[in-house]
């Protein structure tokens, strides 16, 4: 079972590209999609904490990735993920680059990504993709039950580059990066914490306008995420049904 979080990716981006993007449309073709409307607002660290714990964001109180000055670190939140259900149920399970916290968290797997877990550079962006695509085949060959991974680089080019000609070569890093593990796994999910859209069009603003060095934020989050399946039986509605499906699978509370 592999599970593959794709920070910002939107429907926007990959359904008119399809032609440039093979392993898309491959998946498109084979696989089950829709789109996920959130029902909560889209800021990133609360969806994916959504999205593993199984709570909505009332009932983790996981808002943001700092809090009171601080960066939130793990032992921060007082709860149970599904790796966490999963381990003490003796079911072999390894979580990588998971971006609810900064820098994203790794449950039993040594793993730094570039720019520890912030890549702002096109070479850290790129950095990201490649080592968590390396990683993750690493991890894969061992052959644990299930495989989280995620990747942040769109979330953050989005913001800064969003309606650029830039924007498609990162969805082809992706798009490469998946053809090397979709077909690792029979069950498959690819989901992202939310779509992308021009700043001025977002419902919600979870960035201000300029940055602290005056670069103009052009692309902000948008509530609808994607999301693909391979022989999955359970409808995924919101986040929090991801780790719903999984409890089910696996037969964890």
């Known amino acids: 079972?592999?599970?593959?979080?794709?920070?910002?990716?939107?429907?926007?981006?990959?359904?008119?590209?399809?032609?440039?993007?093979?392993?898309?449309?491959?998946?498109?073709?084979?696989?089950?999609?829709?789109?996920?409307?959130?029902?909560?607002?889209?800021?990133?660290?609360?969806?994916?904490?959504?999205?593993?714990?199984?709570?909505?964001?009332?009932?983790?109180?996981?808002?943001?990735?700092?809090?009171?000055?601080?960066?939130?670190?793990?032992?921060?939140?007082?709860?149970?993920?599904?790796?966490?259900?999963?381990?003490?149920?003796?079911?072999?399970?390894?979580?990588?680059?998971?971006?609810?916290?900064?820098?994203?968290?790794?449950?039993?797997?040594?793993?730094?990504?570039?720019?520890?877990?912030?890549p702002i550079s096109e070479q850290e962006l790129v950095d990201e993709i490649n080592s968590v695509t390396e990683k993750t085949l690493e991890i894969l060959k061992e052959n644990p039950e299930l495989v989280i991974t995620c990747y942040t680089a769109l979330d953050k080019l989005s913001h800064h580059h969003w309606g650029e000609p830039i924007m498609l070569d990162y969805y082809k890093r992706i798009d490469e990066s998946l053809s090397k593990l979709v077909e690792l796994d029979d069950q498959l999910i690819i989901i992202s914490d939310h779509g992308f859209c021009n700043y001025d069009k977002a419902p919600i603003q979870t960035l201000p306008r300029k940055t602290k060095t005056g670069k103009i934020i052009k692309g902000d989050h948008h509530p609808e995420a994607i999301l693909i399946t391979k022989n999955i039986d359970f409808d995924i509605k919101q986040p929090e049904d991801v780790f719903r499906f999984l409890a089910k699978k696996y037969e964890v509370k």
Request: glycine share 6%; charged share 25%.
């Open 1 to 118: 079972m592999l599970v593959i979080g794709i920070d910002g990716a939107t429907w926007d981006i990959i359904k008119p590209n399809l032609d440039e993007l093979p392993t898309f449309r491959k998946l498109m073709e084979s696989c089950s999609q829709k789109t996920i409307h959130l029902k909560d607002k889209p800021w990133s660290a609360s969806v994916w904490c959504s999205m593993f714990s199984g709570l909505s964001p009332n009932e983790h109180q996981h808002y943001d990735f700092v809090k009171d000055g601080e960066l939130v670190e793990r032992k921060d939140l007082n709860l149970d993920f599904i790796w966490d259900k999963l381990d003490q149920k003796g079911i072999s399970v390894k979580a990588i680059n998971i971006p609810f916290i900064v820098p994203p968290y790794n449950y039993k797997v040594n793993f730094i990504p570039p720019g520890e877990g912030v």
